[in-house]
């Protein structure tokens, strides 16, 4: 079990490891970053080569790129183009706090809904509520975020009025956002939820539980469920990383201050270093839960064990 740890924590750095690589070769393959960052007009020559010899730009690529290494191991990724006087990695910092909110409920409707809705159309496959979970399943998976956003907006926030239509303030700003965040996660989940159970539901150690006698809430939601949950767990790690590096869309449309619409304004701005932080931080993000959902597999089924 240590060694297989210690495997996956070195792929998980191997894989951070070729994500800084490709981001850095991005961001000088797009031109010299001074030319976007130096005031139009009269420059003088001796400052701009002051700036790229204060930035170490002067210096072959490979020292570079290792500097730039050295530096992010210890969370800095230089100052910030766009935000004159702010770290990038503060800009991050600053703005994760609000993708953390609209994220955690986000994730929370989706294992409300996603996760019951999946073993009840699996359980009741002849029913009104299997051909309704299915619908839902269909619609939140066909269709695209943001027609969904702009949909939801018009028919909640400009119709009826119920809902702000943009920004940050009280809960009901996060209700749109976060729905609209969660519903292809909703389907996805209920979908493989489903799947797994029908296929658990047949086997015969279900048959002999039944016929023993325990009660079907029982052989439902402690055996069925416990047994169908490696698949579902697996994609657990799929959605916690898009929740977090998949909001740019939803923040972008729904004006929310968040480390997505950081990412979109960076782009514009040609803001390498934020830009930069955004994807680092964004690949461990997603990497962090895969590699810990490997090593949780053995629990909800203790089958699993590695040597």
Same mark, same amino acid.
């Given at each position: 079990?240590?060694?297989?740890?210690?495997?996956?924590?070195?792929?998980?750095?191997?894989?951070?490891?070729?994500?800084?690589?490709?981001?850095?070769?991005?961001?000088?393959?797009?031109?010299?970053?001074?030319?976007?960052?130096?005031?139009?007009?009269?420059?003088?020559?001796?400052?701009?080569?002051?700036?790229?010899?204060?930035?170490?730009?002067?210096?072959?690529?490979?020292?570079?790129?290792?500097?730039?290494?050295?530096?992010?191991?210890?969370?800095?990724?230089?100052?910030?183009?766009?935000?004159?006087?702010?770290?990038?990695?503060?800009?991050?910092?600053?703005?994760?706090?609000?993708?953390?909110?609209?994220?955690?409920?986000?994730?929370?409707?989706?294992?409300?809904?996603?996760?019951?809705?999946?073993?009840?159309?699996?359980?009741?496959?002849?029913?009104?509520?299997?051909?309704?979970?299915?619908?839902?399943?269909?619609?939140?998976?066909?269709?695209?975020?943001?027609?969904?956003?702009?949909?939801?907006?018009?028919?909640?926030?400009?119709?009826?009025?119920?809902?702000?239509?943009?920004?940050?303030?009280?809960?009901?700003?996060?209700?749109?956002?976060?729905?609209?965040?969660?519903?292809?996660?909703?389907?996805?989940?209920?979908?493989?939820?489903?799947?797994?159970?029908?296929?658990?539901?047949?086997?015969?150690?279900?048959?002999?539980?039944?016929?023993?006698?325990?009660?079907?809430?029982?052989?439902?939601?402690?055996?069925?469920?416990?047994?169908?949950?490696?698949?579902?767990?697996?994609?657990?790690?799929?959605?916690?990383?898009? %929740?977090? =590096?998949?909001?740019? $869309? /939803?923040?972008?449309?729904? @004006?929310?201050?968040?480390?997505?619409?950081?990412? &979109? *304004?960076?782009?514009?701005?040609?803001? %390498?270093? =934020?830009?930069?932080? $955004? /994807?680092?931080?964004?690949? @461990?993000?997603?990497?962090?839960?895969?590699?810990? &959902? *490997?090593?949780?597999?053995?629990?909800?089924?203790?089958?699993?064990?590695?040597?």
């Amino acid at each position: 079990m240590q060694r297989f740890i210690i495997l996956r924590i070195a792929q998980a750095m191997l894989a951070i490891l070729v994500v800084s690589i490709i981001v850095f070769s991005l961001s000088h393959l797009s031109g010299d970053p001074l030319t976007t960052i130096m005031p139009m007009g009269d420059v003088e020559p001796e400052d701009i080569e002051a700036l790229r010899v204060k930035w170490g730009l002067d210096k072959p690529i490979h020292i570079q790129y290792a500097v730039f290494l050295k530096n992010a191991v210890r969370g800095d990724f230089g100052e910030s183009y766009a935000f004159g006087g702010q770290t990038a990695m503060g800009m991050v910092m600053m703005r994760f706090p609000a993708t953390l909110q609209l994220a955690a409920v986000a994730l929370l409707l989706t294992i409300a809904i996603g996760l019951p809705m999946g073993v009840i159309t699996a359980v009741k496959k002849v029913s009104f509520l299997n051909y309704q979970g299915k619908s839902i399943a269909y619609l939140g998976q066909a269709v695209p975020n943001f027609a969904l956003d702009i949909g939801l907006m018009w028919f909640f926030a400009v119709w009826l009025g119920w809902l702000p239509t943009s920004g940050k303030g009280g809960f009901s700003h996060i209700i749109i956002p976060a729905i609209t965040l969660a519903l292809f996660q909703v389907a996805a989940l209920l979908r493989l939820v489903r799947s797994s159970m029908l296929e658990v539901l047949d086997t015969e150690y279900i048959k002999l539980a039944r016929i023993k006698g325990i009660p079907e809430w029982k052989v439902v939601w402690k055996h069925s469920l416990r047994n169908a949950f490696i698949s579902p767990l697996t994609y657990f790690a799929i959605i916690i990383g898009a %929740f977090f =590096t998949g909001t740019v $869309v /939803v923040e972008t449309v729904f @004006a929310w201050p968040g480390v997505g619409q950081l990412a &979109v *304004n960076s782009v514009f701005a040609r803001d %390498f270093p =934020t830009l930069q932080a $955004v /994807v680092i931080i964004g690949s @461990a993000i997603y990497v962090a839960p895969n590699m810990m &959902v *490997n090593i949780l597999y053995a629990y909800p089924d203790p089958r699993i064990r590695y040597a």
